[in-house]
């Protein structure tokens, strides 16, 4: 089957973009399925760094199709905005497909994103990237949404943004917020659409043709497991399905068409945003962490809160979304650390258990059990194999894949698309 599958395995940042463009050499199209301009994928190549938050990590290897997919949200404004710094840069964007039945980013849902947010009490708080997300998620489900495709007549298209922001003005207006300034936005957004307008297609029919075609696919997915809207730590998650599964409604896929799922984690675990996080050192230790680690987000600049490995947490994601190939990044992070510590298992009311409880009250009140293991206290950033690593580091990640069930087919010690090996 040629349709392979990358996804986090911990709360998002865990490297994606980075591993996808290293995957693409041997790739005909590069998928995004879900989530929108709220994630932020980094890829080095030489001195340059690139962030993207709507195009696929594809887009730097020649004539690799880049799909977003029918599951996104996409705000066209923010697509248009990153396509042309892409352009400004040397960066060919022709091969871009956006598809017809993705649901739009208004400037209104991101008023209502913030709005949301501002007026929630502090533990009620979700840590959202204030980017729409949620919202536009919302009217999709409510029938209401507006599409892609409607991008196409634009006659259209103004009416019905026009009667969508109105609604949406007249309860800004009755709370006493910011609205939306109808002839301003409709002009960026008119001028999105006449920029999109040649890439709008039906990606279903593109990405099943490829398939039937025998083309090499790889869907990447944003976030991370733990930030599923089902399996992960609700409701301080994202509004999509950020598992393997939602390949098949967010891209139109048949799960027949799929081989590998390869689940991306950290060698540590970070988290952005509010919610439980068992392993987080909030003390000078975690700051070492994120100082090594850059841990600062790509979308927001946020300060990401990092822990010790979770290995509850990352072998639940390995089971939810069958991943048989792990990649492991940020090894280097550790080079420093004389001891290194792993959560095996929680304790919870006394009681030891293994599993992730879907309460986030009793997820926040468990105490990680923890299995120590010695550091090997020497820079990894040049090595360029599996074997060359330390002994000490082969031990740490060899511990990894017995905890989560699953074997390493890839280790990142750092940033550069050169800095990656197979095991």
């Not at 880049?66 to 091969?95: F, Q, T």
């Not at 959202?128 to 007549?153: E, F, H, Q, S």
């Not at 039906?202 to 497991?225: F, M, P, R, S, Y």
């Not at 986030?360 to 468990?366: A, G, R, T």
Request: net charge negative; with cysteine; glycine share 10%.
């Amino acid at each position: 089957m040629p349709v392979d599958i990358l996804v986090g395995t911990q709360w998002g940042d865990e490297g994606k973009g980075k591993l996808i463009d290293v995957l693409t050499k041997d790739i005909d199209m590069v998928i995004r399925f879900q989530g929108g301009n709220n994630a932020g994928h980094t890829v080095e190549i030489g001195d340059e760094k690139y962030v993207l938050h709507l195009v696929p990590s594809g887009i730097f290897r020649p004539g690799v199709a880049c799909v977003i997919g029918n599951g996104l949200v996409v705000d066209p404004i923010g697509l248009v905005s990153e396509m042309r710094e892409l352009e400004e840069r040397g960066i060919d964007v022709s091969a871009v497909q956006l598809s017809t039945r993705a649901h739009l980013v208004m400037p209104y849902h991101k008023l209502m994103d913030a709005f949301n947010e501002e007026t929630k009490t502090r533990d009620k708080k979700i840590g959202t990237t204030k980017r729409g997300i949620g919202p536009t998620y919302a009217d999709k489900a409510n029938r209401t949404g507006i599409r892609a495709v409607d991008m196409l007549d634009l006659a259209g298209f103004e009416r019905k943004f026009r009667e969508q922001a109105t609604a949406y003005n007249d309860l800004f207006s009755s709370k006493d917020t910011e609205t939306v300034d109808l002839d301003a936005a409709w002009a960026e957004l008119k001028d999105a659409a006449e920029y999109l307008n040649s890439m709008i297609c039906d990606t279903v029919v593109t990405i099943n043709q490829a398939i039937k075609a025998g083309k090499n696919i790889l869907c990447e997915g944003a976030q991370g497991a733990l930030l599923d809207i089902d399996h992960g730590t609700y409701p301080f998650v994202t509004s999509s399905t950020t598992i393997s599964g939602g390949v098949c409604g967010g891209a139109g896929i048949s799960p027949r068409a799929v081989r590998n799922v390869y689940g991306v984690m950290k060698a540590y675990t970070t988290r952005v945003g509010e919610g439980p996080f068992p392993t987080e050192l909030d003390n000078a230790a975690g700051e070492a962490l994120r100082q090594a680690g850059g841990e600062f987000g790509a979308t927001t600049g946020r300060p990401r809160r990092c822990g010790w490995f979770d290995a509850i947490i990352s072998g639940y994601s390995c089971m939810v979304s069958g991943v048989n190939k792990l990649t492991i990044t940020k090894l280097d992070v550790l080079d420093d650390q004389p001891e290194l510590l792993i959560c095996t298992a929680y304790e919870l009311d006394g009681e030891t258990i293994n599993t992730v409880p879907a309460d986030p009250i009793k997820l926040s009140e468990v105490k990680p059990i923890y299995e120590s293991m010695p550091g090997w206290e020497c820079p990894t950033t040049e090595v360029r194999s599996y074997d060359d690593l330390p002994e000490n580091a082969r031990k740490y990640l060899e511990r990894i894949e017995e905890l989560v069930d699953a074997e390493i087919d890839i280790v990142s010690v750092g940033p550069n698309r050169v800095q990656t090996f197979q095991k």
